[in-house]
T-cell receptor
Framework: KAGVTQTPRYLIKTRGQQVTLSCSPI?????VSWYQQTPGQGLQFLFE???????NKGNFPGRFSGRQFSNSRSEMNVSTLELGDSALYLC?????????????FGQGTRLTVV | SQKIEQNSEALNIQEGKTATLTCNYT??????LQWYRQDPGRGPVFLLL?????KEKRKERLKVTFDTTLKQSLFHITASQPADSATYLC???????????FGQGTELSVKP
């Protein structure tokens, strides 16, 4: 059974640009969550999608957005990048939601904003 | 807002000993609590999930307890090995849905 796949693995962007990250969940999983991980703040929840609907949202500015497609694949977009957006972005998939069932994380996308 | 604290940023123990990691939380009563392991440069890997009505759960050398009165979870690794060296993260569910709130993690180092 294939795991959670995130692309790309590494990304370097310039301030002010926008970026789109992709996540393919485990087959059969309908919940996809996104997290930002930085040394100072740890793992912070961005948002969660279940069957193409956003069910939960974290405390991030509107520059961070996402969507989920009918095949459960998800994308995350960050517009007008800031230096502080440099982080490891992790995607997690689960059957019902990462709270009540185990979450399977991808390897992450390392975003560097210069 | 919900807050999770893991006892220390780093824990050093000798091989063969039991490692005990602590997770304390405030301002919330989660229905589920989970523990993950994370190695450098990789995503977290699920270890154990415990529900609010469960006191203890075991899996091989791992044991987790959940005390909803103390608002605390303890995570034990018995007969620890150098391969157990990693960062361990405690996480609570929020809203019994798709949101996990993570602690900062405890970096465990097991010396031979």
């Amino acid at each position: 059974k294939a795991g959670v796949t995130q692309t790309p693995r590494y990304l370097i962007k310039t301030r002010g640009q926008q970026v789109t990250l992709s996540c393919s969940p485990i087959s059969g999983h309908r919940s996809v969550s996104w997290y930002q991980q930085t040394p100072g703040q740890g793992l912070q929840f961005l948002f969660e999608y279940f069957s193409e609907t956003q069910r939960n949202k974290g405390n991030f500015p509107g520059r961070f957005s996402g969507r989920q497609f009918s095949n459960s694949r998800s994308e995350m977009n960050v517009s007008t990048l800031e230096l502080g957006d440099s982080a490891l972005y992790l995607c997690a998939s689960s059957l019902a939601g990462t709270g009540m069932t185990e979450a399977f994380f991808g390897q992450g996308t390392r975003l560097t904003v210069v | 807002s919900q807050k999770i604290e893991q006892n220390s940023e780093a824990l050093n123990i000798q091989e063969g000993k039991t490692a005990t990691l602590t997770c304390n939380y405030t301002n919330y009563s989660p229905a589920y609590l989970q523990w993950y392991r994370q190695d450098p440069g990789r995503g977290p890997v699920f270890l154990l999930l415990i529900r609010e009505n469960e006191k203890e759960k075991r899996k091989e050398r791992l044991k987790v307890t959940f005390d909803t009165t103390l608002k605390q979870s303890l995570f034990h690794i018995t007969a620890s090995q150098p391969a157990d060296s990693a960062t361990y993260l405690c996480a609570l569910d929020y809203n019994q849905g798709g949101k996990l709130i993570f602690g900062q993690g405890t970096e465990l180092s097991v010396k031979p």
